[in-house]
């Protein structure tokens, strides 16, 4: 009998559960694009995306996904021919090495494999190497949502600091923005993309790409840019159609404006940082606990090192598939997928799921994924330790 009656849970590392009052909000009808309302809001974003990424830059708005925010913060820092090095810790730096790769730019690349953060030493040491300074960025990625790899920022730009090289540091936030403490200036981050269907509890259709002075600087040193991607007429709009290269993503803007109202007014940004760390701390707690009797555990096991906005759960072989299929089914549960990591030795079969856990969450949310997952290994006979709930319920508790 399968019960997958009332409203279907969504655990998945995005797009992200979207608040009902960012829907409601988007439930308008057409705006007057020319000036009022939509004008006035667009201009209130502005502020509020810098203060999400706690940078006194620029921030450029895309009508886009994250791919599209990737290709935007190439194609303004980078020409056919420059040099890039990619960090690899999952499957999304290769994606962003993949574009870029498609715009003519040389790809080198470190692959740190798919548990474990950037080794911030032997990048120090591939850019000491480098000594004509030919490599023009440095590629990484906060969160990798893949293998829920959380990669160390500031260490990152210490090690190119000691190094002495002059490369532009981009790092991608898709996963991680309004999740995980990102420091944009503090940490000398120069430019830094991400989406609004993550933490930003909005529908997915608009990227940003947030950029400092160096970032300006390499932008202006390339001879053509393509127009439709070019950062300039954005961050300088003469017109208010400029802002978005065309019409305005309206009803995302609306839906964006209520999500970042909740985010850092009603909450404010340290509680949404510690409601994500406390709720990663519970579900790590019932995994821990299901690892004591069976297949199951943390794709990344050092908990310094794991992101709090999605965890990728190992399983035995093929068994990720069946709890997958069964939430899905029977209980209205959808999980993620494991996602471009299959390798035979280490990850055989269908032996990954993801728990996506960024955005609009509360504990019901939260303990009703564990619950259902818990009665799914106990329907499908896979073994696992007993009392998972329970240990999430003390962790949860204890705050
Ligand atoms: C989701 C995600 C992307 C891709 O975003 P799309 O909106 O699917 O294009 C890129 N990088 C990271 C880290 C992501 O989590």
Redesign the pocket.
Known sequence: MSLAFGRHAMSI??PSVIPDRVLQAMHIPAPNIYEGKLVDLTHSLLPDLKKMARTEGDVAIYIS???GA?EASLANTLEAGDRVLVLYTGR?GR?WAEMAMSLGVDVQSMDFGTALPVDAEAVAETLRADTDHSIKAVLT?H???ASSVRNDIPALRAAMTEAGHPALLMV?C??SLACEPFEMDDWGVDVMVA?C??GLMTP?GLGFVFLNEKAKAARNRLTRVSGYWDWVPRIQPNLYYQFFGGTAPTHHLFGLREALTMLLEEEGLEAVWSRHALFARTIWAAIDTWAEGGNLSCNVVDPAHRSIAVTSVQTGEDEAGRLRRWCEDEAGLTLGIGLGLEAPDSHPGDSLFRIGHMGHLSPPMILGTLGTIDAGLKTLGISHGNGAVEAAIRTLSAG
């Open positions: 590392p995005g996904n994250g791919h990737w999304f994606g990625v969160t990798d949502t991608d898709i996963a989406g269907q993550k997915p």
